[in-house]
């Protein structure tokens, strides 16, 4: 892979990072989480509970994303970034554009994908 294509990707994903750290700021994320004054019954009650555990799992993915895309930051900067850390084969730039954070070429991830459901 050549710097212009290096450079293209770090812009991406420095701007997706950038997206994942603003999305994490939204107001509407903590009024979800600290409402409780104004819970007239139970059910009410439940649908917050619930709320909040969506919002935790979205808080979650985000900062999993961030942790994925300063890891190809890295591979950007070893000169290690697509090529697959399984097989060692070049990642197809369209699995790279789709996905830049990847780490693995499409046929490893399918193997890892069929082994990890085959084990639950």
Known sequence: MNSRQMNRYRTLL????????NLGNEEGLKKIYDATEHLPDVSDFAS???LR???????????QSVREIQDALTRIEK????????CGHQISEKRLLVYPATNLCIR????REKEHNTAA
């Open 53 to 63: 555990e969506v919002t935790y799992i979205i808080t979650g993915k985000r900062k």
């Open 79 to 86: 000169g290690s970034f697509g090529r697959c850390e399984a």
């Open 108 to 111: 490893c991830k399918k193997r």
């Open 14 to 21: 420095v701007n997706r990072m950038n997206e994942s750290l």
């Open 48 to 50: 917050l509970e619930t």
